[in-house]
């Protein structure tokens, strides 16, 4: 009997030391010289990459708004849940960066005092590239996010369909024109400092992810893999309604799924074993 204890206490040692083998970097650093500061961000690395030589498919995980680059290793557990899923095959060891948005809401400004989007793809993905061992190739990079995160993780499948093989929304903070004519909907100083006073611009309607998906040209509509997912209870329920209606109106291939739960993290706790396994088979089809 003791015999069998102590066997079965070294499995269980060996197995949870697997489980742990992962890096979790957070507070890594990028000197923007568009945004003239430093932005933060945190990588997970999986099992295997300090001792092997093989290059890695890469997850950019967007925060929402309030948050920053640590919210989605600390509330959202994404070291935990990334290792079970990779462990147990559901999803392929991949690296995921999670990079500090402040309430940028993951574009430029009207008036470029705060170019994020611009940071993100001129500077960020290649810094990423160049610092860690990436496939580098669009098949193997994939964006999710919550709330405003979701919105960012259409925005940039949308504006730069070439550099991503999926991307999936969570809670994805997508309004409607009409929202917005509301005084600014629910953000108004914010959206008035991002989109211009007046709000519904020419430069909102260029960062409209219902106006984009609109007038999303016949030959990029297969571009992108979608999987919109968002509670049942949300307050951000009717744009992303409003996206899937439009998207299965314009014949865009998507997944749309409405569970039980609200704008929480235990909502998105549970939905981040989906997302991986999703953009898996994105990077495993190629």
Same mark, same amino acid.
């Given at each position: 009997?003791?015999?069998?204890?102590?066997?079965?206490?070294?499995?269980?040692?060996?197995?949870?030391?697997?489980?742990?083998?992962?890096?979790?970097?957070?507070?890594?650093?990028?000197?923007?010289?568009?945004?003239?500061?430093?932005?933060?961000?945190?990588?997970?690395?999986?099992?295997?990459?300090?001792?092997?030589?093989?290059?890695?498919?890469?997850?950019?995980?967007?925060?929402?708004?309030?948050?920053?680059?640590?919210?989605?290793?600390?509330?959202?557990?994404?070291?935990?849940?990334?290792?079970?899923?990779?462990?147990?095959?559901?999803?392929?060891?991949?690296?995921?960066?999670?990079?500090?948005?402040?309430?940028?809401?993951?574009?430029?400004? =009207?008036?470029?005092?705060? *170019?994020?989007?611009?940071?993100?793809?001129?500077?960020? !993905? /290649? %810094?990423?590239? #160049?610092?860690?061992?990436?496939?580098?190739?669009?098949?193997?990079?994939?964006?999710?996010?919550?709330?405003?995160?979701?919105?960012?993780?259409?925005?940039?499948?949308?504006?730069?369909?070439?550099?991503?093989?999926?991307?999936?929304?969570?809670?994805?903070?997508?309004?409607?024109?009409?929202?917005?004519?509301?005084?600014?909907?629910?953000?108004?100083?914010?959206?008035?400092?991002?989109?211009?006073?007046?709000?519904?611009?020419?430069?909102?309607?260029?960062?409209?992810?219902?106006?984009?998906?609109?007038?999303?040209?016949?030959?990029?509509?297969?571009?992108?893999?979608?999987?919109?997912?968002?509670?049942?209870?949300?307050?951000? =329920?009717?744009?992303?309604? *409003?996206?899937?209606?439009?998207?299965?109106?314009?014949? !865009? /291939? %998507?997944?749309? #799924?409405?569970?039980?739960?609200?704008?929480?993290?235990?909502?998105?706790?549970?939905?981040?074993?989906?997302?991986?396994?999703?953009?898996?088979?994105?990077?495993?089809?190629?």
């Amino acid at each position: 009997m003791r015999k069998t204890i102590v066997l079965l206490t070294l499995i269980f040692a060996a197995s949870f030391k697997a489980l742990a083998a992962s890096v979790l970097k957070q507070d890594c650093t990028l000197l923007s010289r568009t945004l003239d500061r430093e932005v933060r961000y945190t990588v997970y690395l999986p099992d295997g990459y300090d001792s092997d030589e093989r290059s890695y498919p890469v997850l950019y995980l967007l925060h929402g708004l309030g948050d920053d680059h640590r919210s989605w290793s600390q509330q959202g557990e994404v070291k935990a849940i990334a290792d079970r899923a990779i462990a147990a095959g559901e999803a392929a060891p991949m690296m995921i960066i999670m990079p500090d948005a402040g309430k940028s809401w993951y574009v430029d400004s =009207y008036d470029k005092r705060e *170019a994020y989007e611009t940071m993100f793809f001129e500077e960020l !993905i /290649p %810094h990423i590239d #160049r610092t860690f061992r990436t496939r580098t190739e669009k098949e193997y990079r994939a964006v999710a996010g919550l709330s405003m995160g979701g919105y960012g993780a259409l925005v940039y499948a949308l504006h730069r369909p070439e550099l991503f093989s999926a991307s999936c929304p969570l809670s994805a903070a997508v309004f409607t024109d009409e929202e917005l004519a509301d005084r600014g909907g629910v953000f108004p100083e914010l959206f008035s400092r991002i989109f211009g006073p007046e709000i519904l611009t020419e430069h909102w309607t260029r960062n409209s992810v219902l106006a984009l998906v609109q007038a999303m040209p016949e030959g990029q509509k297969n571009a992108v893999r979608f999987r919109i997912d968002c509670g049942d209870d949300d307050f951000l =329920y009717r744009g992303n309604s *409003a996206l899937h209606v439009l998207m299965r109106d314009r014949g !865009i /291939p %998507h997944e749309y #799924r409405v569970r039980d739960g609200g704008h929480t993290w235990t909502y998105w706790r549970t939905a981040l074993p989906e997302v991986l396994v999703f953009v898996s088979r994105s990077f495993r089809r190629s």
